[in-house]
């Protein structure tokens, strides 16, 4: 394994045990393959948007990709429309933080102010979510 849960100042993340190259798959992240309809009822904070119609929750322990942390500067993405792969967006080096950007919904709606590095505490920002390449967002659902 190339990455280890450590203990962070807001919880619990994933840390690279090795460096990673940009654009390099490192990880994928699964759970069960729900509806939207069932994620925006679910009370999950691990839900992620596959397309308007599925979503996953990876809430399952095994899951470790749930504990990538968010960041408003990350330096991994997810894409995929049936399974989520975890790519690295520039090069990472051993002993990083993974982070992923949730988007501004998932920030406003649980989380009333950014603890990432880059806003230290700011509420979070406001406006629509940015279409991306984990195929949008639905919901406030972490980004994913």
Do not use: Q
């Not at 990880?27 to 509806?35: A, C, L, M, P, R």
């Not at 999950?44 to 979503?55: G, I, M």
């Not at 968010?70 to 991994?76: G, I």
């Not at 990472?92 to 982070?99: D, F, M, S």
Request: with cysteine; hydrophobic share 30%.
């Amino acid at each position: 394994m190339s990455l280890t849960i450590k203990k962070t100042n807001h919880g619990l993340g994933l840390f690279a045990t090795r460096p990673f190259k940009k654009d390099e798959f490192i990880i994928e992240y699964f759970g069960k393959v729900i509806t939207t309809d069932e994620a925006d009822g679910s009370e999950s904070r691990y839900l992620f948007t596959l397309t308007a119609e599925k979503a996953i929750d990876g809430a399952d322990r095994a899951n470790i990709a749930r504990y990538i942390n968010h960041s408003c500067k990350p330096n991994v993405t997810a894409m995929g429309k049936k399974r989520l792969w975890i790519h690295a967006t520039r090069r990472i080096k051993v002993g990083e933080e993974l982070t992923l950007d949730y988007g501004p919904d998932y920030l406003n709606y649980f989380i009333p102010a950014c603890r990432c590095p880059v806003c230290n505490g700011r509420p979070p920002r406001s406006g629509k979510t940015k279409k991306s390449r984990d195929g949008g967002k639905s919901r406030p659902d972490r980004g994913r």
